[in-house]
């Protein structure tokens, strides 16, 4: 099926993820590709940057990172926003191997053509959110209810299985 996706710059931030036709809501847009590495692997690498937020990283499960630096595909270009219009679903692989775990990019709403797809990152990080990290972390989606950072309160702890962003040394 031809993808009804375009990646090009965004106002957002660098590159971003656009419609090329309409897409309804609950469609499943695209898959988050990319290697399987460890949470240590990545940890002690020097994947991402974190003076600047700038992370290609997706936090898979407990075990497994997709890292969309290698082997990843167009979903590693969709910026995150504060009144998204698509959500990231984990799906869990029956098996044992969590890195057969997949994540899904999928719209919460209509989506026509030319707007950009935007999902929330979810990025917590396990030390405190101080005005520094949440400056390192700013957020420019530019929508009305902005928090100005992509760092998400602490206790709004989603029941839902939901993807999130992973930032190093998280
Ligand atoms: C997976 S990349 C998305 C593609 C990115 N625009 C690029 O060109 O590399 C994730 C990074 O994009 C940037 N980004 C994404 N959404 C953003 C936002 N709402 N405000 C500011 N920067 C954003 C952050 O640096 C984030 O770590
Ligand atoms: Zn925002």
């Not at 993808?3 to 957002?12: D, E, T």
């Not at 656009?18 to 990319?34: D, L, M, N, S």
């Not at 974190?50 to 290609?56: P, Q």
Request: hydrophobic letters at 30%; aromatic letters at 6%; charged letters at 40%.
């Amino acid at each position: 099926m031809p993808s009804k996706i375009v990646a090009r710059r965004s106002q957002i931030h660098g590159n971003g993820v656009f419609a090329k036709e309409p897409i309804r809501k609950g469609e499943r847009i695209v898959e988050y590709k990319g290697a399987r590495r460890t949470h240590e692997e990545v940890d002690a690498g020097d994947t991402g940057d974190v003076d600047s937020g700038h992370t290609f990283l997706f936090t898979l499960n407990d075990e497994y990172v997709i890292d969309a630096n290698l082997r990843g595909n167009i979903a590693r270009w969709i910026n995150h926003s504060c009144k998204p219009n698509c959500e990231a679903i984990l799906h869990e692989d029956e098996g044992d191997d969590r890195r057969k775990d997949r994540v899904f990019i999928e719209a919460i709403r209509d989506i026509e053509p030319g707007e950009e797809l935007s999902y929330n990152y979810g990025i917590t990080l396990a030390e405190k959110h101080t005005k520094e990290l949440k400056a390192i972390w700013a957020c420019r989606c530019g929508a009305g209810n902005c928090t100005g950072t992509m760092l998400q309160p602490k206790k709004d702890k989603k029941k839902k299985k939901k993807g999130k962003k992973k930032k190093k040394k998280d």
